[in-house]
């Protein structure tokens, strides 16, 4: 009971005192916050790591730390191969614990040969996981066990050419306040199957090339996304040639300015329903069809292109397009219609010429 009051009375010191204590070692503000909002909570003390004054005084363990780590990670590599399977900074290394199969010693390296089983865990200090997997191709299957985190604010390029990558599990993924995903599986061209339920979109900007390449992929469901803030779709779905469903129907493309390339050569897609695309601030949409030789029918008649600027290429190669409803052409800015309608049955270019009469020639062409 002694001891009990005892320590009570410390933590109850620290407390009244904390914003005296030395805090030269301690490395963002993210982390000082921290400190002021959770000195009495135990669970919260691993924001004290690189503090040794502080540790002193709340006679921490500093090696009970890496217990409260909220990110983890466990990847398998492919059998035997060679190669990277994460990407770390020099400097950003203290902030990653690394442990090859089931040793209970951390150890640094980037590159591996021979390991069957890698566990990471990532540190408060890191905010952005742009990269972190950029390239790895020798990674066949990457599972976050925890993400309990919310400072993450950027995860472009974060498995982009991970060309091995077959399992994906990123049901704990917490990305309340991740504002980019450019780039994030792009290349992943042995991806089949891809869960993203757990996604919270509502503050990305930017998903460009997001699925670029996935050359693997069936079918994507992506229902729970929210699109208000994006302004950027360029390449989204591009050479996504396996893609034979697609639902969109829940986009919100208000402040999209730029749609170029977003389905381009997505070739196994046989119907597609964009009827509630907002166009009003799009000003490229070169070559956002061109490719799509399985598409039979297509509705643009919805598309205000009164702000767009370039529209070359846009249905080029849509070689099974029977169907196809256009936008209002009266009105528009357009100084590219370069190739619009090139690879097009000749039957779909004379009934285009026909009830369009200011397309310009090089639209065919």
Not at 19 to 47: C, H, W
Not at 124 to 137: D, I, K, M, R
Not at 180 to 192: E, P, Q, R, T, V
Request: glycine share 4%.
């Amino acid at each position: 009971m002694e001891s009990e009051k005892i320590s009570k009375d410390k933590n109850k010191d620290i407390q009244n005192d904390k914003f005296n204590v030395n805090l030269k070692n301690v490395k963002s503000n993210y982390i000082l916050s921290k400190i002021n909002a959770n000195l009495s909570k135990r669970t919260s003390l691993q924001v004290v790591k690189y503090n040794k004054i502080l540790q002193k005084r709340l006679n921490l363990n500093i090696k009970d730390y890496k217990k409260f780590c909220d990110i983890e990670i466990e990847i398998l590599p492919c059998k035997g191969k060679k190669g990277k399977f994460i990407n770390i900074n020099e400097n950003d290394e203290i902030y990653y614990h690394i442990y090859f199969n089931d040793s209970k010693e951390e150890t640094k390296k980037n590159y591996i040969n021979g390991v069957k089983r890698i566990k990471i865990m990532i540190d408060y200090q890191v905010t952005s996981l742009e990269g972190l997997f950029c390239y790895c191709e020798c990674v066949e299957s990457i599972n976050f066990k925890k993400f309990n985190r919310t400072n993450i604010n950027n995860m472009n390029y974060m498995f982009s050419g991970c060309c091995s990558l077959k399992q994906l599990n990123l049901t704990n993924f917490n990305t309340k306040n991740v504002t980019s995903m450019n780039h994030i599986f792009d290349g992943c061209s042995a991806l089949k199957t891809i869960n993203l339920t757990s996604f919270n979109t509502n503050n990305i900007k930017d998903m460009s090339f997001m699925f670029f390449e996935c050359l693997s992929l069936k079918e994507i469901n992506l229902s729970n996304f929210n699109t208000n803030n994006v302004t950027n779709m360029s390449y989204m779905f591009s050479k996504c040639s396996s893609l034979k469903k697609l639902n969109l129907s829940n986009f919100n493309t208000n402040n999209v300015t730029n749609m170029s390339y977003m389905l381009f050569k997505c070739s196994s897609l046989k119907e597609l329903n964009i009827s509630n695309f907002n166009t009003n601030n799009v000003i490229k949409m070169s070559w956002m069809f061109c490719g799509c030789s399985s598409l039979k029918e297509l509705n643009l008649s919805n598309f205000n292109i009164n702000k767009v600027k370039d529209m070359g290429w846009l249905l080029c190669g849509c070689s099974s397009l029977e169907e196809l409803n256009l936008p209002d052409f009266s009105i528009t800015n357009l100084s590219n219609m370069r190739g619009m309608f090139s690879g097009c049955s000749d039957d779909l270019k004379k009934k285009i010429s026909f009830e369009i009469k200011n397309i310009k020639a090089e639209a065919f062409n």
